[in-house]
């Protein structure tokens, strides 16, 4: 089973808790579920403080939580609290080098990374992730973030129906790449099986 979040709602009806806290009080309360955003964007959250959140509630959780990600879209949120809200294409090379640092920390004893909007400079992160590697899940339809999609993670969630996706891929088809691990009290739960496509759900929170 999994846990899935609306990572920010600063915006319209009703209250909203902060998505990871909420997540690390679930983690404690129930057992077995994974649990995720959908998705924290980095336009809203620097990725080491996310990182850092993220690795957090995996060790709260003995290792089910599933890293959601991504690139930002939310006008409304991003205008209503003066976040930077970048053009489209310069948004997604943004979100491509908040990948890299997030991979550079997780992955690495010491991290170093220069490009354009973050610089590591021989960083240390610990503790690092109880599961090796941290589950990724990207949120995307486009042709762009679905390739990161491909090369980073390990999940996505393309979000509407699959016609509507597959029609802003263009020639391929609307995919989300999941994987199940095993429970979280066996060794295994520790090593994701290999990405499986199958036709992406509408999301279960926007």
Not at 59 to 75: E, K, N, P, T
Not at 85 to 110: K, M, S, W, Y
């Amino acid at each position: 089973t999994d846990v899935r979040v609306s990572s920010l709602k600063l915006t319209g009806s009703g209250p909203a808790l902060d998505c990871w806290t909420f997540l690390a009080a679930v983690a404690v309360a129930v057992p077995n579920w994974r649990l995720t955003s959908m998705v924290s964007p980095v336009t809203i959250h620097h990725p080491v403080v996310l990182a850092k959140r993220v690795v957090t509630v995996d060790h709260i959780s003995d290792g089910r939580a599933v890293f959601g990600l991504g690139a930002g879209w939310q006008i409304n949120e991003h205008h209503c609290y003066g976040f930077d809200l970048r053009p489209p294409g310069e948004r997604v090379t943004h979100f491509i080098e908040a990948i890299r640092v997030i991979r550079e920390l997780l992955d690495n004893e010491r991290a170093n990374f220069a490009g354009q909007w973050y610089t590591l400079t021989d960083a240390t992160f610990e503790p690092k992730p109880v599961q090796s590697p941290l589950p990724l899940l990207i949120g995307t339809a486009r042709p762009r973030r679905l390739r990161a999609l491909a090369r980073h993670a390990h999940e996505g969630n393309t979000g509407g129906s699959p016609p509507t996706a597959a029609a802003a891929t263009g020639p391929h088809q609307a995919t989300r790449a999941t994987h199940h691990p095993a429970p979280a009290s066996t060794p295994a739960s520790r090593q994701p099986t290999p990405p499986t496509p199958q036709t992406a759900p509408p999301p279960a929170h926007a």
